[in-house]
Structure formats: C-alpha cells, structure tokens
C-alpha cells in the first residue's frame, strides 16, 4: 500500500466480508454473534474484543487474535457506507482483469515496465490519470 499513495491520500480498512467470514468461524450463539457483529459493523473493536475475551468457544481466540491485528482497519462500516465502498469485490476484479491482460497470448511485456502499466492503470481508473500524466511531464 505505501507505494499506491501517501498515507493522507489513502483510507484502508478491512473488508466487512473477510471480517464476518472470522468472526462466524466462532462457535458461539447466534444471538451473542449477531451482538459481536453489530458491534464491529460501528467500529466498536474494543467492546466486541471484550465481548469475545468472555467466551470459551472454539475459535474465539482466533477470532480475537484477528480482530486486534486487524483492529486500525476496522471503521465504523455504518457511516463508511456512505462515503464509499466498503467490499473488495470491484478491487479483486479489477486485479484479476489487470492479471489476465498482462498475460495476453503474444503480448510481449518487459518486467521493468509492468509497475508502471499497473500505475496508469491505477491512474486512470482514480481520475488522476492527467495529474499523473502531467507530473511525469514536469
């Protein structure tokens, strides 16, 4: 991530599919999972931790070893939402895409131009393509 962009230029935050995919791997009620997951969806990472340090179920303690690696990227999902995806989905995609166009039968790519490809790419798809273009210029 540090070489996409500046730290003020970026927000990463954990995917809320790949969160909920460790947080059901906990063999825990439903009722006291859904209480978990309400917590995390507003960024409640320190309540739901202590939440799953009363549980003895199995898988709990991955769960929670996950959640506080985790935890800087973990966002209230509710008010994120609003302002922008919060799903990998279209990133994935677009990585696999970019993948397969890379590997076009008969297209000949030297590696030391492949991150640079992968920069306009990125470029345009962000609507920066002309400040990167002019940047590069000057």
């Known amino acids: ?29 439903p009722r006291r999972l859904k209480q978990l997951e309400a917590l995390l969806w507003r960024g409640q990472t320190q309540r739901g931790l202590g939440l799953i340090d009363e549980w003895k179920r199995l898988g709990a303690q991955n769960c929670y070893g996950y959640i506080r690696k985790h935890r800087e990227w973990i966002v209230d999902y509710q008010q994120q939402q609003q302002d922008s995806s919060i799903g990998s989905g279209s990133v994935e995609s677009t990585v696999k895409q970019l993948g397969r166009r890379i590997q076009i039968s008969g297209a000949q790519w030297k590696a030391e131009n492949i991150n640079q490809v992968l920069r306009q790419r990125c470029a345009y798809l962000d609507g920066r393509l002309g400040l990167f273009t002019k940047a590069k210029i000057d």
């Not at 962009?5 to 790949?18: G, K, M, N, T, V």
Request: net charge neutral; aromatic share 10%.
């Open 1 to 29: 991530m540090s070489q996409i962009a500046l730290p003020s230029q970026r927000r990463e935050i954990l995917d809320w599919y790949h969160l909920k995919e460790n947080l059901y791997k906990v063999q825990e009620s």
